[in-house]
């Protein structure tokens, strides 16, 4: 009896788990936005191409990326808020470019971007996807080589991408609001010292720690473990954290698979960009149903982004397994933050002494 009872407890469960893994949620996002985020990403691309600079356009398209903040409030105030994003990503980009100039300040330097960005994205209430991107762009900046000559024409590409964002940002915002009314301006919530300060300690320290772990395996490209975790640890509750760790390890398994199909077509320059563009959209049309569903997508489209400037291509199978290992080490991390961070024994003891370090600063 006690057998069959753990068995009936063992299929409910994974039963409860594969409902909660591939349930979809509805979704009011209208496609043009979809569409102008898709151009904001990967029309840089297309100039790359054309001038035959793929480096560059790459640069721009990172800041092309920070459409994805526009919220959806009246216009005066969805600008103002792209704009301080867009300063944002560029401030991040900048620091991750001088920290590829001195390699031992890099974890620290990502480290401290992470907890002031995260500080920031919930002081103010910046909705999804957080700071996931701003860091985002700081791990690109320290992943890319390059002399303190070649900072200024690096910073300029990004902002070039932001500033093409902005003006596709203007024309869409102008658009949609003549069929739909904005959202309300959210109002401010009275902020917290756990919430704004902790656990932006707590996700920093993960950040800098699945750096470190990522160096000294030896991991080519640390920014996609960087990147990993923080997809993992945003979550908002255990459970959240739990699912998008399942998702983000499926998700980017079978998008490998897909990563392997598109590196086997003869990929040039001008379809790489294309590629990016039809991947952007179907992201963006999909991630707030269903983020692992997104995470098939988003695998290949991260790696035609991080191979974009260099051609011919490597190896599709090199890459592919390179890929899969950091999102497993990435996402590891990500999910033992996400364990600290929603474990009220850990807070307990990690916040009084936050607090006395910061001399007893209070938020509430």
Not at 98 to 107: I, Q
Not at 305 to 320: C, K, V
Request: hydrophobic letters at 55%; glycine letters at 10%.
């Amino acid at each position: 009896m006690v057998s069959k009872s753990r068995k009936d407890r063992l299929r409910s469960f994974a039963a409860e788990e594969w409902r909660q893994l591939t349930v979809f949620r509805a979704s009011d996002r209208p496609w043009q936005k979809s569409f102008a985020a898709s151009l904001a990403i990967g029309l840089p691309l297309l100039f790359g191409a054309g001038f035959d600079q793929m480096a560059l356009g790459l640069i721009a398209s990172l800041g092309g990326l920070v459409f994805l903040y526009l919220p959806s409030t009246p216009l005066q105030h969805r600008m103002v808020m792209f704009m301080a994003c867009a300063f944002g990503m560029i401030g991040c980009f900048t620091l991750g470019v001088l920290s590829h100039l001195l390699p031992a300040a890099m974890m620290l330097v990502l480290t401290l971007c992470a907890i002031l960005v995260t500080m920031v994205c919930r002081l103010y209430q910046v909705g999804p996807p957080g700071s996931l991107f701003f860091v985002m762009a700081a791990a690109l900046g320290a992943d890319s080589p390059g002399t303190l000559a070649e900072v200024p024409a690096k910073v300029g590409a990004l902002a070039l991408g932001a500033l093409g964002a902005g003006l596709i940002a203007l024309v869409y915002s102008v658009y949609i609001l003549r069929t739909r009314d904005p959202r309300p301006i959210a109002p401010s919530q009275p902020p917290t010292f756990d919430f704004v300060i902790l656990d932006a300690v707590i996700i920093g320290l993960s950040v800098g720690s699945s750096l470190l772990l990522a160096q000294l395996l030896g991991l080519e490209k640390a920014y996609w473990v960087v990147v990993s975790c923080l997809a993992v640890i945003q979550g908002a509750t255990m459970r959240t954290v739990w699912e998008r760790h399942i998702h983000r390890v499926l998700g980017t398994s079978i998008g490998l698979v897909l990563a392997w199909g598109i590196f086997a077509l003869p990929l040039d320059p001008w379809l790489v960009a294309l590629l990016i563009i039809a991947l952007a959209f179907i992201i963006e049309t999909i991630v707030v149903r269903h983020y692992g569903f997104a995470a098939v997508f988003i695998t290949p489209m991260t790696i035609l982004l991080g191979e974009a400037a260099h051609f011919p291509l490597g190896s599709a199978t090199q890459l592919i397994q390179a890929r899969f290992i950091d999102t497993v080490v990435g996402g590891l991390i990500g999910f033992l933050g996400g364990m600290a961070i929603h474990s009220p024994g850990f807070r307990a003891a990690l916040g009084p002494r936050l607090r006395r370090l910061l001399g007893g600063t209070r938020l509430d």
